[in-house]
């Protein structure tokens, strides 16, 4: 088990975890694979709609039964109106199903990120992605010999 930095291409070793060759047989791998949406916005508007909440609410039911799991939150534009859009979805996720903030991640791109971005997506200054990352879950714990 490691740590990764993306500024390098090997793990960083940590001198708390245990690396192990195997996984004993009582171990489980639990994985949760990649959930993407991508909700709209009207013109100038930072307000959720039905529709947005109820993409919201499949995301905040994931991130409720799932404890190991968190979402990301990004847009491609970063004025005011922006940062009142990631806060509208985020409040209503952590609101709504009690997820604790640490799971919730805001994240504005930069230019050459909204640049490609804006290629693949006509309504790019209206769009949320939603992204939850794949969670690999080791159930064991080596160091202290318990689940």
Do not use: C
């Amino acid at each position: 088990m490691a740590i990764h930095s993306f500024s390098q291409t090997t793990p960083i070793s940590h001198p708390l975890v245990t690396e192990l060759n195997y996984y004993p047989e009582q171990g489980m791998l639990v994985a949760f694979p990649t959930h993407y949406d991508v909700i709209y916005f009207e013109n100038n508007s930072s307000q959720l709609t039905i529709n947005m909440k109820t993409i919201l609410n499949s995301i905040g039911y994931l991130l409720d039964t799932y404890k190991e799991t968190y979402l990301v939150i990004t847009l491609h534009t970063s004025d005011d109106l922006a940062y009142d859009r990631l806060y509208s979805v985020a409040d209503y996720i952590a609101m709504q199903f009690k997820i604790e903030q640490e799971r919730i991640q805001i994240i504005l791109t930069s230019q050459e990120e909204t640049k490609h971005y804006k290629q693949y997506e006509k309504n790019w200054k209206n769009s949320t992605e939603l992204i939850m990352p794949k969670t690999i879950i080791v159930t064991y714990d080596p160091e202290l010999g318990m689940y």
